[in-house]
Nanobody, 115 residues
Framework: QVQLVESGGALVQAGGSLRLSCVAS????????MGWYRQAPGMKRELVATIDRGYGTYYRDSVKGRFTISRDNAKNSVYLQMNSLRPEDTAVYFC?????????WGQGTQVTVSS
């Protein structure tokens, strides 16, 4: 059973930066896609960024140029560097992977951006 544990969420002022981390256990995720979703209060969960086995990346338009996703297969980990944060980035951020055709999620880490 794959488990994902996020860390790094915090309260930060607009314009600031945060780095989210996610460590996986229970499986070797080096050849599987990993990514980050977020969910703001009263909103649907939305995809933020993904990174595949070949280090190809995807970003939603609103974070392009500000967020960078990366992975360290030796540590079974994925990261999200978030710069130039905006109040609208406030949400719970969830680590995600699709491992053997099944979706796995972490418990989430809160990011709050004050204006």
């Amino acid at each position: 059973q794959v488990q994902l544990v996020e860390s790094g969420g915090a309260l930060v002022q607009a314009g600031g930066s945060l780095r989210l981390s996610c460590v996986a256990s229970g499986g070797d995720l080096s050849t599987y896609i990993m990514g980050w979703y977020r969910q703001a209060p009263g909103m649907k969960r939305e995809l933020v960024a993904t990174i595949d086995r070949g280090y190809g990346t995807y970003y939603r338009d609103s974070v392009k140029g500000r967020f960078t996703i990366s992975r360290d297969n030796a540590k079974n980990s994925v990261y999200l560097q978030m710069n130039s944060l905006r109040p609208e980035d406030t949400a719970v951020y969830f680590c995600w992977t699709k491992f053997f055709f099944r979706d796995y999620w972490g418990q989430g880490t809160q990011v709050t951006v004050s204006s």
